[in-house]
Each structure stands twice: as C-alpha cells, then as structure tokens.
C-alpha cells in the first residue's frame, strides 16, 4: 500500500459525459502528479500541483483541469469525454516540489468511455 | 522535443541476467528513475540515478551516463515475479519541473 487514495478504481461512463477522478496523496506530501496510462502510450504527465499551486503541465487537454485542495486532495475533470480518453488515469504524491525524490502511485482510475 | 526510448518486450529465461536500456534527448535533464510496473497494477519505485555510475541496490542495479544521454537496469537471478513493465523516467527541471516516462519494456521471464 503507496498511502495515496484514488477514488473510484472503475468508471463506466459515456461519451460526452463529464466525471472527476480524485486523489488523496500520502500523509505528509504537498506534490501530486496526474499521469494517462493507456495501452499503446505508456505513462503520459498531465500535470502536477504543489501545496495547492500548478507547479507543472504536461500535454494535458483543454477538455481536463484539476486543482488542489487546502488539505492536499485533489481532483482531475474530465468533460465532453471522447472514447479516446478511455485509460488508466494514476496519481502520485512526493514530498519534494522538484520531483527529485520518489513518485508513490495510486492503484489508478480506470475510466471506460462507451 | 522531450524523448525517451527503451524496447517494447524483452524475455530472458529464470535464473538469468537481463539489461533493459533506456536512451533519452532531453532538456533540463536532472536525473533518471526506474519504475516496475505488473499488469494492472501501480508503478512502483526500483531507482533514482542523479550522477554517472552504477547504482546497486540488491539483484538490481541502475547505471546512468548523462553525457551519452543513456541508462540501464540489470537484473540478475530472473525470477517468475519479476515478469512485470519496467518504465524508465526522466526528472526535467526548465521553468518548471516534470517526470516524464518511456512507454516502458514488457519483460517475460521463461522458466
């Protein structure tokens, strides 16, 4: 067990459709990283927040935002969802801003968009 | 652009040794992790490289040369559970900080 909380391990949902993905990172850590996993993509950076603020941001889409919360949870949207956003969506905590020290995942999210 | 390669499938045999290697073309190139992945499961944390050299830690080991842009995991004395995705990861700090990773090498271990 990493000690980060993804909520829900499954979704069903269809397209157009808007859901939120949430994560409760490890006692302790002010760093949460969104990654996509999808079969023929590998792990791909969406963004990262530390201690409430946007620290960084991959190629996430317009259709998705996430934020951080006062007490370090955070929750990554996504809306008018398209079949092709159908994957593993993990988060990870750290400690460190800078991504220096070691990412502990979550299970993941497993979206499915019919 | 930010680029990470490492082959797609490995198999080797229990009891072996396997390198997996990664290459990167990167800015702001900061240091290189190793993550093992089993199917349908989280990515968990194998290493951390920041300076050139071999990192040994127990049947696994990490080697990093930044000016080659190119790093490796061996694993010695295969075992069945080591079947799993290993994901090579590279720390980038520019004007801001990321983890970016390869599509990660499936490794089938044959008894």
């Known amino acids: 067990d990493s000690g980060v909380t993804q909520t829900p391990k499954h979704l069903i949902t269809a397209t157009g459709q808007r859901v939120t993905l949430r994560c409760s990172p490890r006692s302790g850590d002010l760093s949460v990283y969104w990654y996509q996993q999808s079969l023929d993509q590998g792990l791909q950076f969406l963004i990262q927040y530390y201690n409430g603020e946007e620290r960084a941001k991959g190629n996430i889409l317009e259709r998705f935002s996430a934020q951080q919360f006062p007490d370090l949870h955070s929750e990554l949207n996504l809306s008018s969802l398209e079949l092709g956003d159908s994957a593993l969506y993990f988060c990870a905590s750290s400690v460190e801003a800078g991504g220096g020290g070691e990412l502990f995942f979550g299970e993941g999210s497993r979206l499915t968009v019919l | 652009g930010q680029n990470i390669d490492q082959p797609t499938e490995m198999t080797a045999t229990e009891g072996a040794i396997v390198q997996i290697n990664c290459t990167y073309q990167t800015s702001g190139f900061n240091g290189l992790f190793w993550y093992q992945q089993h199917a349908g499961e989280a990515p968990t944390f194998l290493s951390y490289n920041v300076l050139d050299g071999l990192e040994e830690k127990g049947r696994f080991s990490s080697f990093l040369s930044r000016s080659k842009g190119y790093s490796y995991l061996l694993l010695k004395e295969l075992q069945m559970k080591d079947s799993a995705s290993y994901l090579c990861?590279?720390?980038?700090?520019?004007?801001?900080?990321?983890?970016?990773f390869g599509k990660g090498t499936r490794l089938h271990i044959l008894p």
């Open positions: 990861a590279a720390l980038l700090m520019n004007r801001d900080d990321k983890i970016i």
